[in-house]
């Protein structure tokens, strides 16, 4: 038997709960596993995902600053979860993500 996988077109990708999913699903795969690098490997792919959407529909420009915002959040969730706790703080960096990638991604059409 044989399957072949096809990613969805980059254009029709949502990307505000894909990066909000590998913000939090990575840190619970971290979590839950006690394997901190697996954790890294679904914040990574969830990131790339999203990244080749707004690549494709913002350019170059928007894609360099979501994804830095989507590596600020991850990084920024570490001291912000001492002071908060660790799933206020890590609703709130994914909301952030998720909340500019709806707004500068995914409420756009695809740039000609």
Do not use: N
Request: hydrophobic letters at 50%; zero cysteines; aromatic letters at 6%.
């Amino acid at each position: 038997m044989s399957t072949s996988t096809t990613l969805k077109p980059a254009e029709s990708v949502r990307t505000a709960p894909v990066a909000a999913a590998g913000l939090l699903g990575g840190w619970i795969t971290a979590r839950e596993t006690g394997i901190r690098p697996l954790g890294g490997v679904v914040l990574a792919a969830a990131g790339v995902y999203a990244g080749r959407t707004w690549l494709a529909k913002r350019g170059v420009g928007t894609t360099a600053a979501l994804s830095a915002l989507y590596v600020l959040g991850f990084g920024l969730s570490h001291p912000l979860a001492k002071k908060i706790g660790a799933w206020p703080s890590g609703l709130a960096v994914a909301g952030a993500s998720a909340g500019a990638a709806a707004l500068l991604s995914d409420a756009k059409p695809a740039r000609d």
